[in-house]
């Protein structure tokens, strides 16, 4: 059986590289002074093309080094999980696991106090790395994690005071998420609980300067798709107990461990998510600094968000520009990414006083992985830079949506969107703003991102000019770079 997420540049590598004084075309920015780290998943056992699933599949974080116009170094580490530390025959890793839950943290990497982190959604603490991308282990910021929640994909730093605002969600508890701040040490100084309706999947929220919005929409966590894998006697009792467990918050470690354990690679199960057209579809409005009674909600048409550009307040309403999608997991729940209709540029004008939102369209054209200058991050931006995406089956009407070869920047002051193709058999995979200085301009700098060439099964660090999305400079790289999710450029203390 052919399984796509086994095919071209999903496929994942099969070893672990340590390369030192890259290749490079062009000239790398002499300010560049850091690392570029992303995570995504690569399975490190043998993989059954029946049963893979790719969402369930270990970490592997690759980065590459740069300093005084070089390519120091490219690595890529599988994270040090239980299961792969007993596969390569190394002793396990310390650190505190939260509900049993030690994979496919693979979602997103982060820096805070000179500490590198690796994050995901669901219920799972982060893992810490070192430098050089080895696994320390898993962690819970010196013990300051709230119990029972994990943290999140997409945590927000607050440019101002460098913080880091979180908004997380555990799947063996429903009606309730935290609200989490990480200080500059790497402590949680901040957390609140927030009543949300049922077990939606919230894989981001909205920051803005004085207030967080959290998405309550239609993409729920239904952990009797896992349970319905279960021999048959057992099917009809778990999928009667499961709900009522997660809905009172009084799911046993050991059960929800064994649950999750079920969406291994290999597994017959498929993730827990489904499309409830019950689900009421709504966003919360919740000051920085208030407390549950402070939350507003507001009504909005049914949707699902995987990412935000950005947000800002204007006057009396917070604008959110966000990657809208119409459903997921719906019609199609084969694919680990199934949509229905295409991803679009979208923005939500939330109006404080008239207590109503207003949609509009910013740009019909299937995009994805929005980011904005991290400079701006809750105030009011210019740019936006997306990479296009498309279908693996263009005749399919859903499916997963893939990297496509396009890069566009948006200019929301004009309204003018300047479109780059990456050329033919490339694909590109997010890409993040890095400024100049810090206080040129807002576009003034460079957005990198690694990109596919399927003609060379290689990928690149590529660099292009911000406010041109000419290229600047190209790390060559002696592998592939297999798609991922997300990553963050790291600079150096």
């Not at 982190?117 to 669901?122: D, S």
Request: aromatic share 8%.
């Amino acid at each position: 059986m052919r399984n796509g997420f086994l095919d071209g540049n999903f496929a994942p590598v099969r070893e672990e590289l340590t390369v030192t004084d890259l290749r490079v075309t062009g000239e790398v920015p002499a300010n560049l002074n850091g690392r570029y780290v992303r995570n995504g998943p690569n399975a490190l056992a043998e993989i059954d093309p029946v049963t893979y699933e790719w969402f369930s599949a270990t970490a592997m974080v690759h980065g590459v080094r740069l300093r005084d116009g070089r390519a120091e170094w490219y690595r890529n580490r599988w994270l040090r999980t239980d299961a792969v530390c007993d596969s390569l025959g190394e002793p396990r890793r310390p650190g505190p696991i939260h509900a049993g839950i030690d994979h496919a943290v693979h979602t997103n990497v982060i820096g805070q106090a000179g500490r590198t982190f690796v994050i995901t959604e669901g219920g799972a603490n982060p893992f810490e790395l070192t430098e050089d991308l080895d696994t320390v282990g898993s962690c819970d910021f010196d013990g300051t994690l709230p119990a029972g929640g994990g943290y999140v994909s997409h945590p927000h730093r607050d440019p101002v005071t460098g913080e880091w605002h979180a908004v997380s969600y555990f799947g063996g508890r429903a009606n309730r998420v935290h609200y989490t701040v990480l200080d500059t040490t790497a402590r949680i100084r901040r957390s609140i609980e927030i009543p949300v309706d049922g077990q939606p999947a919230m894989h981001d929220f909205a920051l803005t300067e004085h207030y967080i919005v959290i998405y309550d929409l239609p993409l729920v966590v239904d952990l009797r798709r896992v349970a319905g894998g279960l021999p048959r006697p057992l099917r009809r009792p778990a999928d009667a107990l499961i709900p009522r467990l997660v809905r009172h918050g009084f799911v046993p470690d050991p059960l929800f461990a064994g649950t999750l354990r079920m969406l291994q690679p290999n597994s017959k199960h498929r993730l827990p998510l489904r499309w409830d057209s019950s689900h009421a579809a709504r966003i919360g409005v919740l000051p920085r600094d208030g407390e549950t009674q402070d939350l507003r909600w507001f009504d909005v048409e049914p949707c699902h968000v995987w990412h935000t550009l950005n947000a800002y307040e204007a006057d009396d309403t917070i604008v959110i520009d966000f990657v809208r999608y119409p459903k997921m997991y719906d019609t199609d729940r084969s694919w680990p990414n199934p949509t229905d209709g295409d991803p679009t540029l979208d923005r939500w004008n939330i109006d404080l006083i008239a207590n109503k939102v207003r949609e509009e369209r910013v740009d019909d054209r299937p995009q994805e992985f929005p980011q904005v200058d991290e400079r701006v991050v809750g105030r009011r931006h210019r740019y936006g830079y997306t990479v296009g995406a498309e279908r693996l089956d263009p005749a399919l009407q859903t499916g997963l949506v893939a990297h496509s070869d396009t890069m566009f920047k948006h200019d929301f002051a004009s309204g003018a969107t300047t479109k780059r193709h990456l050329g033919p058999g490339t694909s590109a995979s997010e890409f993040v703003f890095v400024p100049s200085n810090a206080d040129g301009a807002e576009d003034d700098g460079v957005v990198m991102g690694y990109v596919y060439d399927a003609h060379t099964d290689r990928s690149d660090l590529t660099m292009l000019d911000a406010q041109t999305l000419d290229t600047v400079a190209v790390v060559h790289l002696p592998t592939r770079v297999p798609f991922g999710f997300h990553g963050n450029w790291l600079p150096a203390p």
